[in-house]
Structures are given as structure tokens and as C-alpha cells.
């Protein structure tokens, strides 16, 4: 139990849907991310949110939406999204948002866009 | 050339055996480096931080060398439930780790 869960664990969506990952963490952590992993490339990071406030973006098309309500909660809005953007999308939280931070990483949801 | 850079493998090691990994790295300013684990189908989980000095874990030893840009990754008397993908992460700063695409391992009874 590593103290961040997700849901949905799978999504399936038409590119034309609009659908919502929901990530929680227990940890009592300050910052949290979003990662993309597909197969046979390095986890890429999304965004970031410190203290609630959006810190990085990186380069990620508006398509994805994030919202960071609390420290507690993080949103990931899903909406005319492609096929390749089919992936394992994972969240992470940690103490701080500095890099000698233990980030603890959710299950995942596994998205498949058709 | 790529940020954090592993081969992919796969490592297939018996049992018992020592195996080690290696991981290049390209920005010299990098500031701190790790291994993850992630078990397949599961999400990555911290193995160790690696020090500047090495440092050992148990089994798992992890060394930098900054010289010449990378850090490894020893594992002695390797057991079956070591099998998994070792992921390098390097913090090159601005709040952002950089993960390399990992080493697969797999342990042969």
C-alpha cells in the first residue's frame, strides 16, 4: 500500500469523450505530479503541483487538463484525446518538489483511446 | 544524445549470480540520483538514493561516478524476486526528475 491510489485502474474512451483521472494521496505530501508512460519510453513527466500551485508544464498539449484542488487530490481531464495517447498515466506525490524527495508513485490508470 | 540513458536488456541472470547495471547521465550539473524499481504491471517504487560516497543496501550496492557521468547498480546473490525493471532517475533540477526507459531483469531459478 503505497498511500497515493487512482481510479479509474482502466479507462477505455472514445476520442471524442471527455473523461476524468483521479489521483489521492494519504501521505500528508505538498507536492504532486503527473507521468505518462507508454511502452518502451522513459515515464515523462506532465505537470507538477506544489503547495497547490501548477509549477510545471511540460509541453503537454491542452488536451490534457490537470486540477489540483487541494494538496490531497489531483485531477488529470481528459478530452478529444488521440490514439497515441494511450498509456499507463501515473501520479506521484512527495514531501516537497525538490529532486532529493521520495516520490511514491499510484497504481496507474491504463487509458486506451480508440 | 538522450538525458538518462540504460540498456534495456533483458538481463536474463540465474540464480545466485551478481549482476550490474550502468546508467549515463548528460548534464554534469545533475544534482541527485536514484534507483527505482517497478515490478511488472505495478508502479515504480524507490530501491535506493545513490550517494556520491556509494553506498550499500543489503544485497544492492550503487555507486556515482561523476567523472564520467554515470551511476551503476550491483546486485549480489541475485534471488527471483528481484526480477523487475530497475529505473535510473537523475534530478537535474526545477522540481523534475528524468527517468531512463529502465533495465529489465529477469531471475532463472
Known amino acids: 500500500e503505497t498511500g497515493v491510489t487512482q481510479t479509474p485502474r482502466h479507462l477505455v474512451m472514445g476520442m471524442t469523450n471527455k473523461k476524468s483521472l483521479k489521483c489521492e494521496q494519504h501521505?500528508?505530501?505538498?507536492?504532486m505530479y503527473w507521468y505518462k508512460q507508454s511502452a518502451k519510453k522513459p515515464l515523462e513527466l506532465m505537470f507538477v503541483?506544489?503547495?497547490?500551485?501548477?509549477?510545471e508544464n511540460n509541453s503537454v498539449p491542452s488536451r490534457f487538463s490537470p486540477e489540483c484542488p487541494n494538496s490531497s487530490h489531483l485531477f488529470l481531464h481528459l478530452h478529444t484525446l488521440q490514439p497515441e495517447d494511450s498509456a499507463l498515466y501515473l501520479c506521484?506525490?512527495?514531501?516537497?518538489?525538490?529532486?532529493?524527495?521520495?516520490?511514491?508513485f499510484g497504481p496507474g490508470t491504463r487509458l486506451t483511446v480508440l | 544524445r538522450k538525458e538518462v540513458e540504460q540498456d534495456p536488456g533483458p538481463f536474463n541472470v540465474p540464480e545466485g549470480a551478481t549482476v550490474a547495471f550502468n546508467c549515463t547521465y548528460s548534464?554534469?550539473?545533475?544534482?541527485?540520483f536514484f534507483w527505482y524499481r517497478q515490478d511488472c504491471r505495478k508502479e515504480p517504487k524507490l530501491l535506493m538514493s545513490?550517494?556520491?560516497s556509494g553506498n550499500e543496501d543489503g544485497r544492492f550496492t550503487a555507486q556515482l561516478n561523476r567523472a564520467s557521468q554515470y551511476i551503476s547498480l550491483l546486485i549480489r546473490d541475485s534471488k527471483l524476486s528481484d526480477s523487475a525493471t530497475y529505473l535510473c532517475?537523475?534530478?537535474?533540477?526545477?522540481?523534475?526528475?528524468?527517468f531512463g526507459t529502465g533495465t529489465r531483469l529477469t531471475i532463472i531459478p
Open positions: 503541483y506544489n503547495f497547490k500551485e501548477q509549477t
Open positions: 506521484a506525490s512527495s514531501q516537497g518538489a525538490g529532486g532529493s524527495n521520495e516520490q511514491f
Open positions: 501521505l500528508g505530501h505538498n507536492a
Open positions: 545513490v550517494y556520491s
Open positions: 548534464n554534469s550539473a545533475s544534482q541527485s
Open positions: 532517475v537523475v534530478y537535474f533540477g526545477n522540481e523534475k526528475l528524468t
